[in-house]
């Protein structure tokens, strides 16, 4: 076993896991790249549980569809067990048995569950939603109960990736996000900030798991204190995005906790600070993957005196970097794993150079 693949292991832990998510923090920043990595760490310590692989999106192509450069791809060992759609899996070379059909669709067909008959190149394209992901990883345990299953997150698609289905994270960050080391590492922290937003805690724990055991389908849930006792308002949309405003009208000034079921991005909260009681609350999200917030929107919460928690606490447990620019040019790594180092503690920062398949 190599260096890398003995350190991967022990710094993320990986065999004290069931699952496991892959974040990036922007397009190309190297997941393909850590998750091989991880597949050749796995194979080569003589891992006897298989790994079971997926993809929110598309992974592991020739070719990057919009820049049309050569991207890295994804070389499984036999056993491994992958779900990916009808048209990515006629575009793999490992031999593979079909195992069952997921009813799960996606733009590339339905998503099927397989086992690797032999070593070879896959295309991963999996479920674009959570709840898929949730039937793959079931689907997984029943022909594999005690396999590492691996999500492979997708840009702007990170919160698939939570929701309580995985039990870790590791982030991936690249020089395409910038090439100054400083700017990265800001930024990287800000990023593991939103990540590890920390867990609703005592009685409002309990309180707002009971609403929304009450109302699963609700977008919205209010608890607005009465004398010694909690009223509950749910409210139903579609969506977070574009109605800010139906929520902001449902605060009222005893509001205390205002939990949102979705990605919050910086529209959504632009329009609630809008309301004048939209502050002094607690504000929490499912975990720190829905929330897609600028550090200006954060300090913006901060003056209103808004709390920031989360349903489903996330386990960060290593920061990958790629040192590659988006023109393909490799930049020396060591400015910019100091420089991330200095920002970051508690989670180690590597970079384990190009996974050779």
């Known amino acids: 076993m190599t260096e890398a693949g003995s350190e991967l292991l022990d710094l993320a832990r990986l065999e004290e896991l069931q699952s496991l998510a892959l974040i990036g923090l922007s397009k190309n920043a190297g997941k393909t790249t850590c998750l091989n990595h991880i597949i050749n760490a796995w194979h080569t310590s003589g891992q006897t549980r298989p790994l079971a692989l997926t993809s929110i999106g598309r992974d592991g192509e020739v070719e990057d569809i919009i820049s049309g450069r050569l991207k890295p791809r994804?070389?499984?060992?036999?056993?491994?067990?992958?779900?990916?759609?009808?048209?990515?899996?006629?575009?793999?070379?490992?031999?593979?048995?079909?195992?069952?059909?997921?009813?799960?669709?996606?733009?590339?067909?339905e998503v099927i569950i397989c086992r690797a008959l032999s070593d070879g190149y896959v295309e991963l394209a999996g479920p674009s939603a959570s709840e898929g992901i949730t039937v793959i990883s079931d689907l997984f345990r029943q022909h594999e109960p005690d396999c590492l299953f691996v999500i492979d997150g997708a840009l702007s698609r990170r919160s698939q990736a939570g929701s309580g289905v995985s039990e870790a994270v590791i982030l991936a960050v690249g020089a395409v996000t910038s090439a100054v080391p400083e700017i990265l590492a800001d930024k990287t922290a800000f990023a593991l900030d939103l990540l590890q937003t920390p867990l609703i805690g005592g009685r409002e724990q309990s309180e707002l798991a009971a609403a929304i055991a009450n109302n699963p389908y609700a977008r919205g849930i209010l608890l607005n204190k009465v004398k010694d006792q909690s009223e509950i308002l749910a409210i139903d949309l579609p969506s977070l995005v574009g109605f800010g405003q139906?929520?902001?009208?449902?605060?009222?000034?005893?509001?205390?906790?205002?939990?949102?079921?979705?990605?919050?991005?910086?529209?959504?909260?632009?329009?609630?600070?809008?309301?004048?009681?939209?502050?002094?609350?607690?504000?929490v999200v499912e975990d720190g993957t829905r929330l897609f917030l600028k550090p200006e929107t954060m300090r913006k919460l901060h003056n209103q005196k808004i709390e920031l928690f989360v349903l489903?606490?996330?386990?960060?447990?290593?920061?990958?970097?790629?040192?590659t620019r988006s023109n393909g040019q490799q930049l020396d790594p060591q400015p910019f794993l100091a420089a991330l180092r200095?920002?970051?503690?508690?989670i180690p920062v590597v970079d384990f150079g190009p996974a050779n398949m």
């Open 246 to 283: 139906d929520i902001s009208k449902e605060l009222k000034e005893n509001t205390y906790l205002l939990y949102l079921s979705g990605a919050v991005t910086d529209q959504v909260v632009i329009e609630l600070l809008k309301e004048p009681n939209f502050a002094n609350l607690k504000l």
């Open 342 to 346: 200095q920002k970051i503690t508690g």
């Open 312 to 323: 489903n606490e996330l386990d960060v447990r290593l920061v990958c970097l790629n040192p």
């Open 74 to 109: 994804i070389y499984i060992p036999a056993g491994t067990l992958i779900a990916s759609a009808e048209s990515a899996l006629q575009r793999s070379d490992a031999l593979l048995e079909i195992l069952e059909l997921s009813n799960v669709r996606t733009a590339f067909g």
